[in-house]
């Protein structure tokens, strides 16, 4: 009996505590509890790594940059973390995903290059044809060009409609396909490996492996952007568009209505090229080089149809092609490149300067 009242008594004292409580609140107005403001989410850092013995990295753990936490940010937009293996710094650095036509290594507009020595220059071609933008020992690089030629002028417009990739006995091609009318929202990317069509469902970050890890595809954005990375050798970020009504105007190209030329705007990242490396944009990571493009001219345009043309998108006769999968090269003779620290300033076409 006891214990029944003692409970009782709690129960009363409990209500008569509310009650005065809620007698306070309602005097001051104010029924807004307050609560500890939330810790705010610090972003994971991730750690990165290198796998290769050669790295200055080899096994260290680098912390992303605060900056840039994430390897795949969720946005799209989002600078990315990004750890370069072979460069002689071992630091993780934010950078864009999508190609940076301003950079080395760019190739975009109708066709602009910057080499990797960090000069611009124009290589025109001839639409239909193929001509090879890298030729090492073990690693090919060609480029289909698709253009048209303006009543009255007398040479074509040309874009790179396609790039052809030979490493070891493999191929990899990427294309942009054609459309008649442009609509962002539409992939115009067609891929292929060893002659076989893949399918890298559209969506940022999907991505595609091969069975024996060396070459990896993986979506930018939802569509039409990505990065292709063949291990140890070249990394490529691409993105499909196409000439846009502003530079068909600008630049009088009379694009036909029913035909938005799609094409690629295309950055090379290379790695341990040889020090003989040939190719339109190749050659210019030679530390024995000389641009014939001279810097300060507004528009240094340079030949060499006849040396680097091949006949179809994975050949590899070119008159300076080095190609040669089955030769094992001195692994000495390995450059190292000096272009990751090369800073480029400037905008528009041909402004643009890069100092080591
Ligand atoms: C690569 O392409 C070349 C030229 O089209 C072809 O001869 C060769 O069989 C292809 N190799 C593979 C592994 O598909
Ligand atoms: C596009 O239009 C041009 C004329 O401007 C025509 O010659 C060509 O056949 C057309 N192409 C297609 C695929 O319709």
Known sequence: ??????????????????????????????????????????????????KSRKSKC????????IECPKVKPKNPKDKACFLDCYSPKCEAVCRSRKPNCNGPGAACYDPRFIGGDGIVFYFHGRSNEHFTLLSDSDLQINARFIGLRPQGRTRDYTWIQ???FKYGHHNFTLEATRAEKWDDNVDHLKLSHDGTELFVPEGHSSEWNSNEGDIQVERTS???????????LAEVSVNVIQVSKADSKIHNYQIPANDS???LEVQFRFFGLSSNVEGILGRTYRPDFENPAKPGVAMPVIGGDDKYKTSSLLATDCALCLFSPDNTRDEHDSLTMKYGMLDCKGGGRNGITCKK
């Open 1 to 50: 009996m006891k214990f029944f009242r003692v409970k009782t008594l709690l129960v009363i004292l409990c209500l008569l505590a509310m009650l005065e409580s809620m007698v306070t609140e309602a005097a001051s107005g104010n029924k807004v509890k307050r609560v500890k403001p939330p810790k705010p989410v610090k972003p994971v850092q991730e750690l990165l790594t290198c």
């Open 58 to 65: 080899f096994m260290k753990r680098i912390k992303c940059p």
């Open 162 to 164: 396609a790039l052809g």
């Open 222 to 232: 939802t569509t039409n952007s990505i990065t292709v990375t063949i291990a140890d």
């Open 261 to 263: 030329f799609a094409h």
